[in-house]
Every structure is written in C-alpha cells, then in structure tokens.
C-alpha cells in the first residue's frame, strides 16, 4: 500500500517552470513504477511521464518531451516532475501515480495508487 501527497502546483506565466513532488509513504516505494498524469477541465486523464523503480527508464507524452522531466529519490521516497517551457495547454491538475510493478507503463489502469492532485495553471 502506497499513499501519495503531491505538491508544488500554482500559477505561472507562460515560458515559466514548476517542478512537481510526490511524497509518497509504504516501505515498497522503491520498488514501484511511478507515474504522472493530468487533466484538464472538460477532458480525459492524460499520461506524462512515468518512470521505473531504478530511474534507469523513463517515458514521456509526446506532448511534454523536451520540456518536462521525471525522477525520484528513492531515500526520501519522492519522485519529481520538473516542468520547463510551460503553455497554456499544460494547465490542468496533475496526479501522481504509483504502480506495484518492475514494467514501465502509460496508461492510468496499470496504475493502483493515486495522490489527491495540485493544480497548474500556466497563463498566456
């Protein structure tokens, strides 16, 4: 069992960067798949980034390559979203996500443990 608390949302203007935590509790953080995903007002779910129990393998949504990165610390039981280059189209609430798996995955039904979500909102 893994809770998840995320912070570090708020308002930014466009170009700007945020960078996302998630802290997360349950002595088998380490061995978790996590993820990050987002929605926006009006729309589905969407995947982000996700990364692997090592960080050794990373994905991201075409979307986000180039701008956004993933990584984690597994001593502080915390995985990050480094978001750079922001646009108006990443506002949305974004969820932290934790998988009881070795393999990488995007979508959000491989994906058992959810945090409650923090806001961006990026402002053109």
């Known amino acids: 069992q893994v809770q998840l608390v995320e912070s570090g949302g708020g308002l930014v203007q466009a170009g700007g960067s945020l960078r996302l935590s998630c802290a997360a509790s349950?002595?088998?953080?380490?061995?978790?798949?996590m993820g990050w995903f987002r929605q926006a007002p009006g729309k589905e779910r969407e995947f982000v980034a996700a990364?692997?129990?090592?960080?050794?393998?990373?994905t991201y949504a075409d979307s986000v390559k180039g701008r956004f990165t993933i990584s984690r610390d597994n001593a502080k039981n915390t995985v990050y979203l480094q978001m750079n280059s922001l646009k108006p189209e990443d506002t949305a609430v974004y969820y932290c996500?934790?998988?009881?798996?070795?393999?990488?995955?995007?979508?959000?039904?491989?994906?058992?443990?959810w945090g409650q979500g923090t806001q961006v909102t990026v402002s053109s």
């Open positions: 349950g002595r088998t953080f380490s061995t978790y798949v």
């Open positions: 990364i692997t129990w090592s960080g050794g393998s990373t």
């Open positions: 996500a934790a998988r009881d798996s070795y393999y990488i995955s995007r979508y959000s039904n491989g994906f058992a443990f």
